[in-house]
């Protein structure tokens, strides 16, 4: 913490020193954790706008000082969805909600990719996430467990950890074998190429996600998609259309629509193409759009 603080002292002396900075410049601040930028935007009186990200920090303290000086400096708020909005709202700051959007050469990789509900006589079912319980890591077993009898159906997990985590999280527990883990990398795109169906468990009242990228990277490959009934995720997905919305304690049911997808070749393509379709909404042309709306040109 003490590091943190010198960080953004030095941050502010450097911008105050800095000389040719236009009068008529807008401090743009990347989350609430840069505050040694907004404080020198309100102290010299130019433009502060905060693009926020997060949710909870902690301790309380920091959180309490960190939204109180963007109370006091911002001048015009952005967040990743509008449940993030109302999950951090900073007194009568004006306040914008802005989506993230999809690199572009991620997006050319899905534009190239031509989504099958099948590959190589398997129906896949991946996710992503931290090897947390709340990110619906037991239930992803469970799911897996339950539909053991499936020889076509296979389950793919990509943790964000390295090997040496994933061993100690499953240490002592059993792992179906219709599951393989994978640690962590920085080019998801293979495995969103094979796969039928992305999953996003995280607990509803554990874990609400603020926006839910890696179901709007699925919907680019036309991945149809399972996610939380609540949070970021429900402003992306529409129940039906691009996928479904359930919450991940109904294990029961989600085993039921994988079956039912696994087995309709017709419905899953309906929804592979609405999913394709409402991924190009979210693009960097998109993106900077709505940005130059709020910080102008």
């Known amino acids: 913490m003490i590091t943190y603080f010198f960080s953004q002292f030095c941050l502010f002396v450097r911008l105050l020193l800095t000389k040719g900075i236009s009068r008529n ?11 040694g930028a907004a ?4 102290i010299t009186g130019r433009r502060v706008v905060y693009h926020l990200h997060e949710v909870s ?18 001048s015009d708020l952005i967040y990743v969805s509008d449940f993030h909005r109302n999950c951090l709202p900073i007194g009568t700051v004006p306040s914008h909600t802005i989506c993230n959007a999809l690199d572009t050469a991620f997006l050319a990789r899905a534009e190239t990719s031509c989504y099958q509900q099948n590959r190589e006589g398997f129906f896949t079912i991946l996710m992503l996430a931290s090897l947390r319980d709340y990110k619906g890591i037991p239930e992803f077993l469970a799911l897996a467990s339950s539909l053991h009898k499936r020889p076509d159906i296979r389950f793919e997990l990509v943790c964000n950890e390295d090997g040496n985590a994933i061993s100690r999280y499953f240490s002592g527990q059993p792992v179906p074998s219709n599951v393989a883990i994978h640690p962590r990398t920085s080019d998801t795109a293979p495995y969103y190429e094979r796969s039928s169906l992305v999953l996003n468990l995280s607990r509803p009242d554990e874990w609400v996600e603020t926006f839910g990228l890696t179901l709007l990277e699925a919907m680019a490959f036309g991945v149809p998609v399972i996610a939380p009934p609540v949070g970021g995720p429900a402003e992306i997905v529409s129940d039906g259309v691009e996928g479904y919305l359930v919450s991940s304690y109904e294990v029961e049911r989600i085993s039921e629509l994988i ?3 696994a087995d309709d070749e017709a419905k899953v393509l309906r929804l592979s193409r609405n999913a394709k379709m409402r991924a190009a909404d979210f693009t960097p042309q998109q993106f900077e759009s709505q940005l130059r709306e709020v910080i102008g040109d």
């Open 25 to 35: 410049a807008t401090v743009y601040v990347n989350t609430l954790l840069p505050f």
């Open 39 to 42: 404080l020198y935007g309100r």
């Open 57 to 74: 920090i902690s301790p309380a303290p920091l959180r309490w000082f960190l939204v109180a000086v963007a109370r006091c400096s911002a």
């Open 259 to 261: 079956v039912e997808l």
